[in-house]
DNA sequence: TTTAGCACTTCAAAACCGCGAGTGCTAAAC
DNA sequence: GTTTAGCACTCGCGGTTTTGAAGTGCTAAA
């Protein structure tokens, strides 16, 4: 990798970062001529040209046609985000709201993460997208049953350090100790193991011990699965999506199509995601551009996105997603200090931690 | 309203539904030389253009321009709507499926919602949308305290039917039979009340009888009025926004821009379909189109919903927006059917009830 | 190694044009 | 009085042509 950077003479370097800066800026192919007029460049507009022929020997650069200037490939784009992109400094006022906004709604994980994914789309001006992984192995920590009434317990579940709550309907009345009875075996029982591993020997043991409730175990049982099924399936979620519509590269309706189909099937990206969440083990904001992305869909987009930590463990992701070309300075930072501040908030000493550097 | 009936000849009545089916299924203006192939028009084209011409005058056709077709107005669509539509009847196979589909999840309210939702946007291949709506005056049924550990309770309400919970952390340790107490000094004092009506005297008594313990009544009253505040908020849910796309008067990237807005900001509509379906006692699909929505942005489009009953209550409604041109004969038969359904799975005897006139 | 000059390419926008659909009107027919 | 045939007129749509600007690659000179 370090050598990469060396490939490239420090003019090369130069006006290839020219090149993208100014494409970011205005999304249309930046010609020689217009080069000659930035600063740290002092050559005529044909020596650019000869450098610009090179880069787009090497693949940093492409040509829509013979007669337009010079956009940059996903090569080139990947090594901006390597090497050449400085750092995007918030201003006090930018760093102030966000931490306020965030500490705004002090409260669960879930709603947290929503006020940040609002935050990110604001910010940054993409659609942005909030990352619960799948936890195939998840298990409840927990139980405890209430009678809702007559024929009906709720059932409550810790799992994860959230809570999930479910209706059990039963077909025959439920006497008042019956309940308690019951959350007492389940935790005994059915605690730190998945839904997989409860077996028949195990329901049968808990319906004698049960006695004249044996009838409850197996309703609950079936809605304690379900619910676990539902939980670990992950989650994921959008805002601001017609943020799409500002960037004329969605303006191809066949393409925004695709990418709303994605949004809602979510599935695909959910798998992806909650992969890339779970094994990289480094704290750094990723970025994926163009057909680095495994879907097909994403082709010309840009993923960005960093796992939020709760006291070192990935509890969720925070992202945006938007055309190849998109501000990647301001966006890294963007979700790179909103990611720090939802783990501040979880109260993560690891939260405001900096390093900086990104991949 | 009946009057209104009689403005218009049979023959004019017959050429505005055939205008009116005509322009639904291709979306282009109509012109009189077509129509004369109808088989229940039996006059010439100049004739058919001389009513076109009276029909144009009463408001209920209009012309994109000189020499185009007649394309409906709103008020020709109302009128279709309210008078000429006739009854779009499902296959055996439809109803079928769409009861399987409902039955498959036989669980909470949230994910009948959502299946329903999903089916209306596949069934009507339009953007669907489920509406909780607010309850301004929402009050708690029971309260139930568990201590999750030294420093955090977990605090669960029974709101409306639903059961929500809510982490209260404490800055002391909690005792283990602090929170049994604490649970029956909710359930006396605070059940049955809006957030509202909490006064600061209630309080104070509160943390009287709770004694050594004073010091939890205050964080669990504010995560009490916090959840109440959240819950009577009311939720809007979108599927199938890309279904939007299909339809060529969506082309218009800055109606759809717009559109998307909307659903995103979800807060305009969410109040006017709250106020909707609180005040609409009637059991009708309604049917608003284009101007005759609230919201500026969707004046081109038509919103129909309808209420769902569970035991005579509303607990929500399910719709479908779209273009003010839609198969509303298919569109109103499927929300009906739909809603019936979520009704009836829910178990509501009004349920299956059969009338059929819609508004 | 850099630069000025020039011929060449390509696309985008504007201008142009003909076609066809559909109308309104008039006058004749029923 | 109502219906119909006929006709002149209008207007947008789609395709083609024209024009112009932008930018390149190459060559030859500095």
């Known amino acids: 990798m370090e050598d990469r950077k060396k490939d490239l003479s420090e003019r090369k370097k130069i006006i290839l970062k020219a090149i993208i800066d100014a494409h970011i800026e205005n999304g249309e192919p930046v010609g020689s001529k217009y080069l000659t007029g930035h600063k740290q460049i ?3 507009s044909a020596t650019i040209r000869n450098e610009m022929a090179e880069l787009e020997e090497m693949g940093f650069l492409e040509q829509p046609h013979t007669s337009a200037g010079r956009i940059p490939s996903e090569a080139g784009y990947r090594f901006y985000v390597d090497w050449l992109i400085d750092r995007y400094n918030f201003t006090q006022g930018e760093m102030d709201e966000l931490r306020h906004t965030l500490n705004q709604k002090q409260s669960e994980l879930d709603s947290i993460m929503q006020t940040a994914v609002a935050l990110a789309a604001k910010l940054t001006n993409y659609t942005a997208l909030a990352i619960k992984p799948r936890q195939p192995r998840i298990t409840v920590a927990r139980y405890e049953l209430l009678r809702l009434n007559e024929m009906t317990l709720i059932l409550i579940m810790v799992i994860g350090g959230i809570v999930k709550t479910k209706y059990v309907h039963s077909n025959r009345p439920i006497p008042n100790e019956a309940a308690a009875c019951l959350s007492a075996v ?35 049982i079936k809605a304690v699965c379900e619910t ?27 393409r925004l199509r695709d990418m709303l189909a994605l949004f809602e099937k979510k599935d695909d990206l959910l798998e992806v995601l909650s992969e890339e969440t779970k094994h990289t083990a480094d704290d750094r904001v990723q970025v994926y551009i163009g057909r680095e992305n495994i879907v097909k869909v994403m082709d010309n987009s840009t993923l960005i996105f960093k796992a939020v930590r709760d006291h070192g463990k990935t509890v969720g992701a925070i992202g945006i997603i938007g055309p190849t070309r998109m501000d990647y300075r301001r966006v890294i930072a963007t979700i790179d200090q909103l990611t720090r501040g939802v783990s501040e908030v979880l109260g993560d000493p690891s939260g405001p931690a900096d390093d900086g550097k990104n991949s």
């Open 42 to 44: 002092s050559c005529s």
């Open 186 to 220: 389940l935790n005994k029982y059915v605690t730190g193991i998945t839904a997989a591993e409860i077996t028949l020997p195990m329901m049968m043991e808990m319906e004698r011990v049960m006695g004249e409730y044996e009838y409850l175990v197996s309703p609950v």
């Open 228 to 254: 676990i099924s539902v939980f670990d399936g992950g989650e994921l979620r959008f805002e601001g999506i017609n943020r799409l519509l500002a960037y004329p590269e969605f303006y191809d309706m066949d």
